[in-house]
């Protein structure tokens, strides 16, 4: 919780395992959660991800399992169960939270709006792009 009061932004673990605390510590907090286009296609960057970068002890901790790919039960239902968590916990305060599929074309319009930013005049970035 030190560092999230020391940074403006944050992305990937350990922050979704947090994100109830970090909300209570502050309230000005806003949050995105960002979703693919169904389960599947989640679990095969999981995939991707972990035959990348191998096995870790954090993905044990977190999903259960070092790698993924003999758990697709598992890992779906714990993807599933965390964004309905998300949504159920910010629906008292849906202003705090912004949903976003960037594969179904979410991208500046949605997060500058959220932000009550200004969109950039640059098309919407997206590294790692899988081909497939």
């Known amino acids: 919780m030190r560092l999230v009061g020391e940074y403006d932004s944050f992305e990937d673990w350990p922050w979704p395992l947090i994100y109830k605390g970090i909300d209570e510590a502050f309230p000005e907090a806003k949050f995105i959660l960002t979703t693919r286009q169904c389960p599947d ?11 990348r970068h191998g096995p870790t002890i954090f ?3 977190i999903y259960g399992f070092e790698m993924p790919h003999s758990h697709k039960r598992e890992h779906i239902h714990y993807y599933e169960a965390h964004t ?4 159920g916990y910010f ?3 849906p202003s705090k939270l912004l949903e976003v599929c960037w594969e179904n074309g979410d991208g500046w ?3 500058s709006n959220f932000l009550a930013l200004p969109s950039p005049d640059i098309p919407f970035p997206h590294a790692n792009k899988w081909p497939g």
């Open 84 to 87: 309905e968590s998300v949504r």
């Open 109 to 111: 319009e949605e997060l």
């Open 41 to 51: 296609v989640w679990f095969a960057s999981l995939c991707r991800h972990a035959e």
């Open 59 to 61: 993905r044990k901790l």
């Open 91 to 93: 629906g008292r305060n």
